[in-house]
């Protein structure tokens, strides 16, 4: 039916190659053939070449050369029954979450570590400004001191004098 109407030019962006297939660009038209299109995902998915590429890597793959109605979703369906993807997918979790653990742990202990400096930076910097702060006071209570013997000196001079 869609043939007849791609013959009779109705639809312009198809077109029936040679070989009775019909085309849309350069992508293959897969017919309503479920085995059909589960040979063409086995051979994308098993052959050594792809060596079990994910859903969306899978995808991309085949529609560079065909199309059909759906094709998303059957490749995901696909994909979900295939057990050695499963494994993969549940071990890469695994290590995922492991690793994160140990993120994590690492995290805290160079966390606990940057606390640890700062709080010595922080006492540090406290004991400064507390000798600093004596260190004025002294000298401000020298210089005082030293005033009032400038005093007393300028007095015994003027009584004297």
């Known amino acids: 039916m869609i043939r007849l109407e791609v013959e009779n030019s109705t639809w312009m962006d198809y077109a029936v190659?040679?070989?009775?297939?019909?085309?849309?660009?350069?992508?293959?038209?897969?017919?309503?053939?479920?085995?059909?299109?589960?040979?063409?995902?086995?051979?994308?998915?098993?052959?050594a070449y792809s060596m079990h590429l994910g859903s969306t890597k899978m995808y991309w793959a085949l529609c560079e050369y065909y199309s059909w109605l759906h094709m998303k979703g059957d490749i995901a369906r696909y994909m979900s029954r295939c057990l050695i993807c499963q494994q993969a997918r549940r071990a890469l979790i695994l290590q995922r979450r492991n690793g994160a653990v140990a993120a994590g742990a690492e995290l805290k202990s160079s966390a606990r570590q940057i606390l640890k400096v700062v709080t010595e930076k922080k006492k540090a910097?406290?004991?400064?400004?507390?000798?600093?702060?004596?260190?004025?006071?002294?000298?401000?209570?020298?210089?005082?001191?030293?005033?009032?013997?400038?005093?007393l000196i300028w007095r015994m001079f003027s009584e004297g004098v």
């Open 17 to 47: 190659r040679e070989d009775r297939a019909l085309i849309t660009g350069t992508h293959l038209c897969v017919p309503k053939n479920e085995d059909l299109k589960r040979e063409i995902m086995e051979e994308a998915h098993c052959s």
């Open 125 to 151: 910097l406290a004991e400064r400004k507390l000798v600093r702060a004596k260190w004025q006071a002294d000298i401000n209570s020298g210089d005082i001191a030293w005033r009032k013997i400038t005093c």
